[in-house]
């Protein structure tokens, strides 16, 4: 297996590590685990297994607020079950760590990663601190005097997971087409169509930690409309108007809501436009997975919502996130193909 290929693999199964972390976070949110261990053991990587350990940490969790104010009936088996999505989703963001760090020290001793790849690997060293230290923060804001984490640390957190994802994502598609250097003039439009999708893209994602953190999925479970109208009344109940948009439950949904169509439109007309063009097949193969995509998760939306947002649907949901945001990164890394057949080094 060449160098190139291993790099590669290394990147590809750090981002499925990230998906995983995500999706387990998901499991971690919808079945209020996430503030269950009180304290964060950070060389720890084995969860009690004796019944004084246990109680130890059951007895953290009942000097937090969550506890104080919802779940004072707990008993400790109550609690050992809000405690175990928790612990892996820590776990996997510790095995991250590992898998970067290992890697990445092997790489550098053989001479593979040096220069301007050995910085932008760096980076993604660096991203993957920073999701983990907002995690933490996030945590903290829960166990303070509220027994709910902050809706922007929950975006924070949510959002650098992506990012790190998707430029983890990008590297290993730069080194998969070498070849592909310059954006061909035909597909410059498209390009810039694609760049305005990814940004709305990341704007529904972090709409969608909004929704999550304020529990606003559970806000007028009806669609098309939001209860008897398009637009609720209570979209515009918090003054200053701004706070809506970002503090209130209501103006939340909305945005989350009808971004989703922007999206799904942003789409349709990259696929539209595309069809005027004479593509590769991993060009084509991309956008039409892309239109797939979209589709499923707009559906998976419509589903969450009306279901008032069931364990099974929420996590389909933010996995149909991912598989949205890695096909807008590889269709917009498309667009820079030069040649008439791609060049994979693997």
């Not at 439009?189 to 529904?204: D, E, I």
């Not at 989703?260 to 097949?281: D, E, G, H, N, T």
Request: proline share 4%.
């Amino acid at each position: 297996m060449s160098p190139s290929r291993k790099i590669v693999l290394w990147l590809l199964t750090g981002c499925i590590l990230i998906w995983a972390m995500v999706v387990v976070g998901g499991i971690t949110r919808l079945t209020h685990s996430g503030l269950s261990m009180a304290k964060w053991k950070i060389a720890s990587v084995i969860p009690p297994h004796t019944e004084e350990e246990w109680q130890q940490d059951f007895n953290d969790y009942k000097q937090t607020p969550e506890f104080r104010q919802i779940n004072s009936y707990f008993a400790l088996d109550d609690y050992k079950h809000i405690y175990w999505w928790e612990f892996i989703h820590r776990l996997i963001g510790r095995m991250i760590g590992v898998v970067f760090l290992v890697p990445f020290a092997y790489f550098i001793y053989k001479g593979w990663l040096k220069g301007e790849l050995l910085w932008k690997t760096f980076i993604v060293f660096l991203l993957g601190g920073a999701q983990g230290i907002l995690g933490w923060y996030m945590v903290a804001s829960g166990l303070q005097d509220v027994p709910h984490v902050s809706h922007y640390f929950l975006a924070a957190h949510l959002i650098t997971a992506f990012i790190t994802f998707g430029y983890s994502f990008w590297l290993a598609l730069d080194l998969l087409y070498l070849n592909a250097l310059i954006v061909d003039k035909q597909f410059h439009r498209l390009r810039k169509w694609s760049y305005v999708l990814l940004v709305f893209v990341t704007v529904q994602i972090i709409y969608g930690a909004f929704t999550s953190g304020l529990h606003a999925g559970q806000f007028d479970p009806t669609f098309p409309k939001m209860g008897n109208s398009w637009i609720a009344p209570e979209v515009t109940s918090l003054t200053p108007l701004w706070r809506n948009f970002i503090d209130g439950v209501a103006g939340v949904q909305f945005i989350h809501r009808y971004n989703a169509y922007i999206v799904v439109l942003l789409v349709c007309i990259i696929w539209f436009k595309s069809r005027k063009l004479q593509l590769l097949p991993t060009q084509s193969n991309g956008i039409n997975f892309l239109l797939g995509v979209v589709v499923l998760q707009f559906l998976l939306g419509v589903f969450t919502l009306i279901y008032s947002v069931p364990v099974v649907m929420g996590v389909l949901h933010q996995t149909g996130a991912f598989l949205l945001f890695a096909s807008t990164i590889f269709v917009i890394h498309q667009w820079k193909v030069t040649g008439e057949v791609l060049s994979p080094v693997v």
